[in-house]
């Protein structure tokens, strides 16, 4: 089904005002927003468009459904999670004192993920990451993610965007790459790569060649070729 560009840009202004709530510290949860961030945002389209309100006790059923069959489905690295109701629907956390990232479940369908222990350890002095599980962690994520949509009768297509937050300096290295060599140092605070349409659920719950794209564009960013953590072909 065709979206008119209006609604993608409405789509993308909404991510962009919940991406700045996080940047204040003013998201679903307080973060440490001082160490590199991931963001992603999936939004249903038709949905979005629609103004359509899910139940949050029925969001919270379906993620408690769904969890038992996918122990990674809430965060990376979560541990033991939380969840909390919230006035825009349904938010799973982690971290006892700190929160490490928070998955938040909107009425309307939308689900942002934010997660700050994709970095691991900034290795200093350089303040590089390794980025090697990133696409294999995104991907469990990024499948996940659908499935809970699908679960919620949300209906496609589903707009994806990834951000990175507080990434001024820092450096990428993976063993991917053809050499051992650290990428250029990323030169802007925020990364936004630049947001794909996922236009069909897949029968086989996998969206590497979405996650691919969005890898593709990441690697770009500082300054390699591509992710070779995928085949061409993917």
């Known amino acids: 089904m065709s979206i008119d560009n209006s609604i993608k840009e409405q789509a993308e202004a909404f991510i962009n005002q919940r991406f700045k709530s ?26 979005f468009e629609a103004g359509r309100e899910i139940e949050a006790s029925q969001i919270r059923s379906q993620v408690e459904e769904l969890s038992p069959q996918h122990t990674e489905f809430h965060l990376v690295n979560s541990g033991f999670p939380k969840s909390i109701f919230n006035s825009d629907g349904y938010c799973v956390y982690n971290g006892e004192e700190i929160c490490r990232g928070y998955a938040q479940i909107f009425r309307n369908g939308v689900i942002e993920a934010t997660d700050a222990s994709l970095f691991g350890h ?12 990133f696409p294999y962690e995104l991907m469990i994520l990024l499948n996940n993610y659908m499935q809970l949509l699908r679960t919620l009768g949300a209906k496609t297509p589903v707009l994806l965007q990834i951000s990175l937050m507080s990434v001024k300096g820092v450096k990428m290295q993976t063993k991917f790459s053809r050499t051992s060599d650290v990428s250029i140092p990323y030169k802007k605070d925020v990364l936004n790569l630049q947001a794909s349409v996922i236009t069909e659920f897949n029968d086989d ?30």
């Open 122 to 133: 900034i290795k200093m002095p350089d303040r590089y990451f390794i980025a090697d599980r």
């Open 205 to 234: 719950e996998n969206y590497r060649s979405d996650m691919k794209k969005q890898m593709d564009l990441l690697w770009n960013a500082f300054g390699l070729e591509r992710c070779l953590y995928f085949a061409e072909n993917d």
């Open 22 to 47: 996080i940047q204040d510290n003013k998201g679903s949860m307080e973060l440490p927003t001082l160490l590199p961030l991931l963001v992603m945002h999936l939004v249903p389209l038709q949905d």
